[in-house]
């Protein structure tokens, strides 16, 4: 049985569960609302951060707030302390529970703030930057906000309840971006993107709360010895991803310039947004339901091939694209000083194509009990990716570190390829077909973009609406190639058409 087909059982597991949890839904139509959900907040934080970038910000300004945002972010893992994992994967979970984890989320992110605001002056001075420090101060600040939404998310996320999710998202990403473009426009630089985090953490906690109430008030910490079992070794994990993941900004700006780090920023940050807009989404709605697979006992591989048929066939031709497209993108959207962001987009984003390989490289080992040998991986993940990435910025200077992130993805399949063969058990041939299928399914999406470029307009030349043009036309030969190729991912597109629109739905062949 699939993941997508053992969901609609979900409730039945939730005979427990505190009350006022409402029915549960099945990850396709979970699925769908976390997704509407991450487009709506991605439309709205894209448009935002083009405007300012546009007319407001220099990369300068934009990489001074980058580097505190990633100074913040290198703490910030803490402020969930495993607690969304936590209560997913327990098979019954009662009211005291909730409370205890409400506790324990509150004193994390009060730390949290408290070494956030300890850290603004150090951080100022260590960078040369005394505009670093009220930035990070008011970044501190927005933590405090953080534990009115940890729990109420973990709980709709456990009942599969993404309704809740598509509100505080969008929520908070409307506050974030009227907030930063507000401010941005009457001139408070980069103050305005702390100002806008500020704002979109207090609009979440609130939303969070009206939707699925879980005060952290008051304290509950008899019996938290098993929650902070279970979330220092979360913890440790995901602070080591951290360092790696969220520590590129922190090298950059240090190792080169502000306006190095802001350009290397925004270049991420565009193929981060496409990854999450494409696929994070759904990623949240995936521990749940391999958790209730694991708990009925059974076996974890099919459902993760149709998952690495979902990522591959959907992300690897998205990241190729953005690749293909990036100087058309950052020259019609962003203006020509932002020009050096392309090479290094170019590159990030097809480092997606090798960490979207292997989906869930966190989530199911923690599932399958295997978080030691993880950790040990992921330690030697991020020794990786910021000893390469710190060589990159010796070498090559900004574009330096970006081709490093390409060598890195080579190393991170070696990794954990064998590591996650063990852990989930799937059939390594039916993996091979399903990425065989995805790589044609890919070549063919960028087909029209590569024509265009050779017989019509060079990427120099190519505008927005030329380029929407061969991408719709990208679109349409990638569907006609994954149902020539028999790709899993069709049989998922049909089903999700025919829930948001039944009757286009029935036009594509079963």
Partial sequence: MTVAEAAPEA?????????????????????????????????????SSVIISRLFLTPAEVGLFSIGLAAALLVSILQDFGLYRYISALPRLERAEVERCSSVALLFSLAIAVIIAAAAWPMARAYAQPGLAPILLVIAASYLFVPLSVVPLALMARNLQFRGHFMVN??????????????????WSAMALAWATLAAALARGLIAQWHRPAPPWPLRLGGVAEVLHFGSRSSALYLTGALGTRSPDLIVGKLLSLAAVGLYSRASS??????????????????????????????????????CAGYTGVLWPSMAALALAAEPIVRSLYGEQWLGAVPLLQRIALLELFVVTL????????????????????????????????????????EGAASSRLVYGACWIALYARFMHQVVGFDVRALLGIHLR????????????????????????????????????????????????RHPLREEIRHMAQRILPAAGRLLPA
């Fill in 359 to 398: 989906p869930l490289h966190i989530d199911l080992p923690i599932l399958a009990g295997r978080i030691h040998r993880l950790m040990a991986l992921n330690l030697v993940d991020t020794l990786l990716s910021v000893s390469l990435l710190a060589l990159g910025c010796w070498l090559g200077g900004v």
């Fill in 11 to 47: 409730g039945a597991t939730a005979a427990a569960q505190t009350d006022r949890e409402p029915a549960a839904m099945g990850v396709r139509s979970a699925a769908i609302w976390s997704m509407g959900g991450q487009y709506i907040s991605f439309a709205v934080q894209f448009a």
């Fill in 270 to 307: 565009l193929a981060d947004q496409l990854r999450v807009l494409v696929a994070g989404a759904i990623g949240g709605v995936f521990f749940p339901a391999f958790a209730r697979l694991r708990d009925r006992g059974e076996p974890l591989g099919p459902a993760y091939l149709r998952v």
């Fill in 170 to 187: 969008v929520g908070g990403a409307v506050a974030q971006g009227s907030v930063a473009l507000s401010l941005a426009a009457a001139g």
């Fill in 438 to 485: 995805s790589a044609v399914a890919t070549l063919a999406a960028l087909a029209p973009m590569a024509l265009a470029y050779r017989f019509w307009l060079p990427p120099e030349r190519m505008g927005l609406v030329p380029l929407a043009v061969v991408s719709a036309l990208g679109i349409l030969a990638w569907l006609a190639t994954l149902w020539l190729v």
